[in-house]
C-alpha cells in the first residue's frame, strides 16, 4: 500500500496504543499464571498477535483481543505436541523471550518467523545453550531448541539485546532452584530490563539485580494470576512527539509520567533538541527512538544533532542507520551515516517531491509521515502497510489529526 502524505502540521489529541513492550511482558507473565488473568486497554498489533498465538501453542487460553487470559493449562502438565511450530511473524521480543520458555516449560520448542526475523543475531543464547548442553538447530524456516534448563548460572553478553535477558528472566522462576544471570558485558537498554521485573513483580515473581552485571533469580516460583491495565506506547507517542517538535500541535493522552518505559526518555531529548547548539544523544539505551530523533534533527535549522552508540539499529526490521538515512536523504536532509551514529545538519524545510521505501520497517513508515508535514512537496510512503507491526491504527490517528494524506 502506498500512502501520499501532503504538507501541513498535526492539530488535536491522540491515544497512543498500549505499549506493545509491556503486552508482551504482561501477556506471557499472564499464560504462565495459575489462573485467569484481565488485561486492559489491550491493543492488537501483528507483534503482539505473534506473542498471543505463541501462548497458545504452549497450551494458554486467550480471547482473541488478548483481553482475558487462562493460564493455568500451562502448568498443569499438558503436553504439547512436538509437531507444533510456534509462529513468531516478525517479532523479535516474541522468539527471544520464548526460546528459554519453551525449554522450561516443555524441554524443546520449534520457531518460525518471516521478513529478517531469523537473520537476527541469536549468538548470545547459542553461546549459552551449547554450554548448558542444548541443542540449537535451524532448517530452512524453522527454529528448532531442546534441552531442560537448569538452575545455576547464565553468562550472556549484554550488548545485542536486553531481549535476551528478559527471555531468561521469565523462564528461570519456573526451575526447581535457585540461578543467577550474570551480564559479560555492559547491559543496554536497560529500561527494558527494568519493564520485564515490573512486570514479574506484578505476577508474584521475584527477580532483581545484585549489582550492575548480575540478576538474582530464585527458582520453585508460581506465576499469579492478577489483572494489569496497559500503559500508553511511549515509543510510538515518540512520533507525535517529533511533529509536535515540527510545528504541530498534538496532545497526547494515556501516558503515564512516571511509566517505567525506557524511551520515556523522549520527553527529555526533546527538551535538548529544542536548544540551541550541537547535541549529542547516547541511544544505546533507546534504540527504537532513533528514526523520530532524527526527523526532529533533520529541521534544526542550522544545528547540528550526533545520534551515538547505535550500531544495534543495523539488526531491526530494517537496517535503520542506512534506511533513516535513505529516506531523509530522499526527502532532503543532510544526514550522515557513521558505523555506530548519524549525525545530521538541520536545514530550514525539506524538500520532499519523492517517493520513499518503508524498507517493511513500522518505524521508518512512520518517521516518513511526520517529516512529510515539514516538506514543500508531498511525500508517497510505499509500503505503508508495515505500520500494522506495532501499530495498526496509525494512518487513521494521523489523518484524524489533520494530516494531509491522499
Known sequence: ?????????????????????????????????????????????????????CMRTLDADASRDGSIIRGAALVDGHEVPVSEIMDCGESGSTLRFLIPVALALKGEGKFTGRGRLLERPQQPYIDLFREKGIVWRREGDVLTVSGRLEPGEYRLRGDVSSQFVTGLLYALP????????????????????DMTLDALARFGVQAGFDGADTLHVPGGQTYRHTDAELEGDYSQAAFFFAANALGGQVE???????????????????????????????????????????????????????????????MKESDRLSSVTQVLTALGADIEEGADSLTIRGVDTLAGGAAVDSHNDHRIAMMAAVAATRC???????????????????????????????
Open 252 to 314: 497526547l493522552l494515556g501516558l503515564n509520567p512516571r511509566s517505567v518505559q525506557g524511551d520515556r526518555v523522549i520527553v527529555e531529548q526533546c527538551g535538548q533538541l529544542a536548544r540551541p547548539g550541537r547535541v549529542e544523544l547516547d541511544v544505546s539505551q533507546c534504540p527504537d527512538l532513533v528514526p523520530p530523533l532524527a526527523a526532529m534533527a533533520a529541521l534544526r535549522a542550522g544545528e547540528t544533532t550526533a545520534l551515538v552508540n547505535a550500531a544495534r539499529l543495523r
Open 1 to 53: 500500500m502506498d500512502i501520499t502524505v501532503c504538507p501541513g502540521g498535526l492539530r488535536g489529541s491522540v491515544t497512543p496504543p498500549a505499549s506493545k513492550s509491556q503486552a508482551h511482558r504482561l501477556i506471557i507473565a499472564a499464560a504462565l499464571s495459575d489462573g485467569v488473568c484481565r488485561l486492559k486497554n489491550m491493543a492488537m498489533s501483528e507483534d503482539i498477535a505473534a506473542t498471543l498465538g
Open 174 to 193: 519456573l526451575l526447581d532452584g535457585p540461578s543467577e544471570i550474570v551480564l559479560t558485558t555492559p547491559l543496554e537498554s536497560r529500561g527494558y530490563v
Open 376 to 406: 514543500a512537496a508531498p511525500v508517497t510512503v510505499r509500503g505503508a502497510e508495515c505500520v500494522n507491526k506495532s501499530y495498526p491504527n496509525f494512518w487513521r490517528d494521523f489523518a484524524a489529526l489533520g494530516g494531509n494524506k491522499q
